[in-house]
């Protein structure tokens, strides 16, 4: 209320003055608070709901301060609402007023009428009054009029709204107190003054718009002859586009609908087909399914459920059909799961003999392909358990077969409770042939499995894409589907065949799973092999066979497992290591009974050359001849008698028997090294240990006179110790063979352990050189001897040269066949030395000079006997110098 009052105040009142100064605006245009204006009494008058000014929005206004401006004492005028600055920006284009003139021109014709018109309603207004003044009195005079005959719903025949005009119970009530009939007169005077006022509006309304109104009636005639020939017009146009119509329209629209019609029939019919197609699918399934193309059969589900899904859809006939389809397909699964089950386990199963390398081929190519279709990829895991299963069997059923025919066994001994107490009870022979034919069963069953592996890999190279042509594999679907004549259901033989089943990921997935199957089949066989070997040895027996036939047992095992190595393209190492595990056992008894039969020859060795057999000096050709430390077979030339020396090459070694039993025995460790590559370390080390044997004991019973307890030798001589010698120069010989041999055999990180035979030359050559040191020691002891009793005088040669030089001839014949001529004169050219080093001396002590006297010529007389010793000595010749150093060296 203070709102309207304030615009009525400040606002109305000022813009009503100058309109009118005599009009009364606030009583005219005020009305009551709450109060909807009229369309009919307000519609000139100003009220609140004119307000340009949102008034909510200027007291909420959040850029003014709070409480900065007290809207209801405020004059409000023209600037009640501050005008917002809009600053320049690229996007607002400045507004001048050229963009105004052309709406100035055009709206200034319609102005300049308007204002013409109105100028004429003014003058032609009776009294002076202007229109707008008329219009105001004529409103007042109206306003005098009850509302109630303004109401749109007066109607006189509602009870109320007759009380309200005709109040005859005002009137009845009157004349029951007394009253006069002057109220009815009131009442109808009344009425008849607001008739009165109505129809002098009416006439004067009639009268302002009398022009207006004959015109319309002296225009009405022209107006019913315009209607008239209209109606003419129209009714030629209409004959004229009915005859257009028959002639142009109506055919081709007919042949439109005609088209259309037979549009929607072939379309009819379409569906009709596609319809009886469908309703063939479960036949053309079983048919698919009596010729294994599981992959047209589940091909043809998915496309017939996509049909009904998006072609048939709402067909109430084909309701059921996808669920009974659904659960076909999930019958089809199944059935793929157990026949592929069954396939693989047939083919497995089949007798050994049987070498085809896959059984119904075909039928486990579709099962597969059904099986991809579905992307259900255990067909992999159901193959390798079934694989274990018959590797199983395999082992079980050979075994039980070996047994039933072995003689020496009896199978229904209660005693025997087990198969594999059963099978212990076979011989050698007889083990290693139930062995040879596990091995050739297994084989057979890892030949299968390797076809299979090969078979599938093309199946899903095929279903991923990558191979193109499916040879010589079967194309995995077949035209005898019955769907040609469907055009959606229709899939072809080179579409199916380039159909993608799987995607990449899935193709390496399911490789891998092959691969990593074939491994794990072969890496099965070898573990019942290995139960059947351990099994066999729980009571030492292959501990106690002899090397040929535990070399003849690895050859075997190492022959099985590079096949399995061939087939799986993987490192086999279970059964290898359950043979190294045999084989350290077998390395340990065999190195144990060389080594005791080394210790025994040495301990009965009494050092003197022996005849060398020609089975040795065959050995030794053979090595010498191929380079290999093997055992030659038996020729004709074994048969020849003993040699007494062995020739190695150009050179001739006199030995001893145990040098040759060691030969041989180094052979055959390098033969056994040949026959169990993994046992190359511990057959070395054994090979050391029994070289290290040989060198000690040499040294024990030979420098160190051991043999004289041992074996009752008188004394070691110098033709022992020569002999000695001679047979650790031809251990040093064949050592580099040695090591050559074992540096093939042996893996890289084990290769440190050739040290050991580096070292073990060493020790050798070390010996070698002590014995050598010895036969000078030996000598020179017996010349310092022989020194000490010397007396310079006649008869001349003394007696002290004279046996100084029967022991050196004695010392040379003893080891001239022994020792080449190189270390004998090697040998002998020590002994000189010594000799004149040892003469010098006493002659130091003597007191000898070489001042030409008597003793001098006695001296040189001794000397020359000496050389000419030395002369008659084969090989000595170029000792026998003269011996004058010996006085530079005084």
């Known amino acids: 209320m203070d709102y309207e009052n304030h615009i009525a105040r400040d606002h109305v009142q000022a813009s009503s003055r100058k309109r009118s100064e005599t009009q009364d605006s606030y009583s005219m245009m005020m009305s009551p608070p709450g109060s909807v204006p009229s369309v009919v009494h307000d519609q000139h008058r100003w009220t609140v709901f004119d307000s340009q000014v949102n008034l909510p929005a200027a007291l909420n206004d959040p850029l003014r301060v709070k409480r900065e401006t007290d809207f209801f004492t ?50 032609e207004a009776p009294g002076g009054e202007t229109f707008l003044q008329q219009m105001e009195k004529n409103r007042a005079e109206l306003q005098q009029l009850p509302k109630l005959f303004m109401l749109s719903n007066f109607d006189l025949e509602n009870t109320d709204t007759f009380n309200a005009v005709f109040p005859w119970t005002q009137v009845e009530d009157c004349q029951k107190n007394g009253g006069s009939s002057q109220s009815s007169k009131l009442l109808q005077e009344k009425l008849s003054y607001y008739l009165d006022i109505v129809e002098v509006h009416i006439a004067k309304q009639i009268s302002t718009k009398s022009d207006a109104f004959f015109q319309a009636v002296s225009s009405h005639d022209v107006l019913q002859e315009n209607m008239l020939k209209t109606c003419q017009s129209i009714k030629q146009l209409r004959d004229k586009i009915q005859c257009i119509d028959e002639l142009l329209t109506l055919g081709s629209l007919k042949i439109m609908k005609l088209s259309q019609t037979r549009a929607n029939y072939v379309n009819l019919h379409n569906k009709l087909k596609l319809m009886a197609t469908v309703h063939q699918t479960q ?7 009596s010729t294994q193309e599981f992959v047209g059969a589940l091909d043809l589900i998915s496309t017939t459920q996509e049909v009904l ?10 309701r059921h059909l996808g669920s009974q389809l659904a659960e076909l397909e999930n019958i089809i699964e199944r059935m793929l799961q157990e026949d592929f089950g069954k396939c693989v386990s047939s083919d497995l199963n089949r007798p050994i003999a049987d070498t085809e390398p896959l059984m119904e081929e075909e039928k486990i190519v579709s099962l597969v392909f059904g099986m991809l279709r579905k992307s259900r990829f255990n067909f992999v895991d159901v193959y390798r358990e079934e694989a274990f299963t018959a590797v199983k069997a395999i082992v079980k059923q050979t075994v039980v077969e070996a047994v039933s025919v072995a003689e020496n066994v009896d199978t229904e001994d209660g005693s025997v409770s087990s198969l594999a107490d059963q099978m212990r009870m076979l011989n050698y022979p007889q083990w290693m042939d139930l062995l040879k034919q596990i091995f050739s069963n297994l084989l057979v069953h890892l030949k299968r499995a390797k076809t299979f592996h090969g078979v599938i890999s093309d199946v899903i190279g095929i279903a991923a894409g990558k191979t193109l042509v499916p040879s010589p594999l079967p194309s995995p679907t077949q035209e005898d589907c019955l769907l ?8 072809s033989v080179s579409e199916e065949a380039a159909d993608v089943m799987i995607s990449e990921a899935e193709y390496v997935t399911v490789q891998a799973k092959l691969n990593e199957m074939l491994c794990a089949v072969c890496d099965h066989a070898h573990d019942r092999c290995v139960k059947v070997i351990t099994a066999r040895s729980k009571d030492g027996f292959l501990e106690r066979l002899s090397s040929s036939e535990f070399v003849a047992l690895s050859r075997e095992v190492e022959k099985f497992v590079t096949d399995c190595e061939t087939i799986s393209g993987r490192r086999c190492m279970s059964l290898r290591f359950s043979l190294q595990s045999q084989a350290s056992k077998f390395v340990n008894r065999f190195h144990e009974e060389r080594r005791t039969k080394l210790s025994l020859i040495l301990d009965n060795e009494r050092w003197r050359q022996a005849d060398v057999p020609a089975e040795f000096q065959e050995l030794v050709n053979h090595i010498t001849r191929t380079g290999m ?20 090459e150009t050179q001739t070694f006199a030995v001893v028997g145990t040098v040759l039993m060691l030969m041989k025995m180094m052979v055959e460790y390098c033969q056994c090294v040949d026959n169990i590559p993994s046992a190359a370390p511990d057959l070395m080390s054994r090979l050391v240990d029994l070289f290290k044997i040989f060198n000690s004991r040499t040294c024990q019973l030979v420098l160190g006179a051991g043999a004289l307890q041992l074996v009752g030798l008188k004394t070691i001589s110098t033709k022992n110790l020569a002999l000695a010698s001679r047979c650790l120069q031809l251990v040093v010989y064949f050592i580099p063979k040695v090591r050559q041999h074992f540096e093939e055999k042996l893996v890289s990180k084990n290769k440190s352990m050739l040290r050991n035979l580096d070292q073990v030359q060493k020790d050798y050559t070390d010996h070698i050189n002590e014995i050598t040191n010895k036969l000078v020691s030996v000598m020179e002891a017996v010349i310092a001897q022989q020194l000490s009793k010397w007396e310079v005088k006649a008869p001349m040669p003394s007696m002290c040269f004279r046996s100084i030089c029967k022991q050196i001839s004695k010392m040379h014949e003893a080891v001239l066949d022994i020792l080449p001529a190189d270390q004998v004169k090697e040998l002998f050219g020590r002994i000189n030395s010594c000799f004149k080093k040892l003469v010098a001396q006493q002659l130091n002590t003597l007191e000898v000079s070489k001042n030409g006297g008597p003793q001098h010529g006695l001296v040189m007389s001794d000397l020359a006997f000496y050389s000419g010793t030395f002369k008659t000595l084969r090989g000595l010749e170029s000792l026998a110098q003269d011996t004058n150093d010996v006085w530079d060296i005084r």
């Not at 040609?484 to 899939?491: F, G, I, K, M, R």
């Open 484 to 491: 040609s004549e469907a055009t959606h259901l229709h899939v």
């Open 629 to 648: 430390l093997t055992i030659p077979d038996r020729t004709a030339d074994s048969e020849k008698g003993p040699a007494e020396v062995l020739v190695v």
């Open 283 to 289: 036949p053309t399934i079983q048919l698919l399914l």
């Open 309 to 318: 899904t998006q072609e048939l859809a709402g067909v109430h006939s084909f």
């Open 74 to 123: 405020k004059t409000w005028g023209q600037e009640f609402y501050e005008k917002m600055y809009v600053p320049e920006s690229r996007y607002l284009p400045d507004i001048d007023r050229k963009y105004f003139e052309k709406y100035k021109h055009r709206i200034s014709k319609r102005y300049r009428r308007y204002a013409k018109y109105k100028n004429q309603i003014e003058q």
